[in-house]
């Protein structure tokens, strides 16, 4: 297994620029959920999802939209990057709701100058 | 609302010595708690969890931790620290009720010195 896998590892945005950070698992798990990291605040909630189809926020998740059409797949958009947006982005995956136990991707490194 | 406190953000540690780091939390409901390491450059990865049972849990690494309800917390140890250790350490929080829904501390990096 692959595990949590995430593309690209590193891009640079300007300001006002769209992309999609994308994020697969080949562990047929049912909650997948991004975070981002910031220098002394730990990672931090942005968007979830506990099966196909369903999808709510996180603690932060203004500026990103998700979908999640397959089980497999979890991509998070930026919509319109601003310097804010800047960090590191993590997502996750576990096997059902209750398990709470998630594995996490290598991260994608974003700057947005 | 949930929060979770690493009081220490950056801690050195002499190779051999032995290594806490501290955690507390603040949640309303009964809570389920983590500590994950992450190398440079690297994700997270889970070092050990504590849901109920035995308050001393035992994880990969040769780490453990202690859950201590009276105090809110949940600290790591490990007897001794090997320069491989060099990382840094999130201690994070949930509940059956927020699902997998992760609360996580700001960290603390550890320094491990020769």
């Known amino acids: 297994n692959a595990g949590v896998t995430q593309t690209p590892k590193f891009q640079v945005l300007k300001t006002g620029q769209s992309m999609t950070l994308q994020c697969a698992q080949d562990?047929?798990?049912?909650?997948m959920s991004w975070y981002r990291q910031d220098p002394g605040m730990g990672l931090r909630l942005i968007h979830y999802?506990?099966?196909?189809?369903?999808?709510d926020q996180g603690e932060v998740p203004n500026g990103y939209n998700v979908s999640r059409s397959t089980t497999e797949d979890f991509p998070l958009r930026l919509l319109s990057a601003a310097p804010s947006q800047t960090s590191v982005y993590f997502c996750?995956?576990?096997?059902?709701?209750?398990?709470?136990?998630?594995?996490f991707g290598p991260g994608t490194r974003l700057t947005v100058t | 609302a949930q929060s979770v406190t690493q009081p220490d953000i950056h801690i050195t540690v002499s190779e051999g010595a032995s290594l806490e780091l501290r955690c507390n939390y603040s949640?309303?409901?009964?809570?389920?708690l983590f500590w994950y390491v992450q190398s440079p450059g690297q994700g997270l990865q889970l070092l050990l969890k504590?849901?109920?049972?035995?308050?001393l849990v035992q994880g990969i690494k040769g780490f453990e931790a202690e859950f201590k309800r009276s105090q809110s917390s949940f600290n790591l140890r490990k007897p001794s620290v090997h320069w491989s250790d060099a990382a840094e350490y999130f201690c994070?929080?949930?509940?059956?009720?927020?699902?997998?829904?992760?609360?996580f501390g700001g960290g603390t990096r550890v320094l491990v010195k020769p």
């Open positions: 562990m047929n798990h049912e909650y």
């Open positions: 996750a995956s576990s096997y059902e709701r209750g398990s709470h136990e998630q594995y």
């Open positions: 949640y309303g409901a009964t809570p389920y």
């Open positions: 504590y849901f109920s049972g035995d308050t």
């Open positions: 994070a929080v949930t509940s059956g009720a927020a699902g997998n829904k992760l609360t």
């Open positions: 999802s506990v099966g196909a189809g369903i999808t």
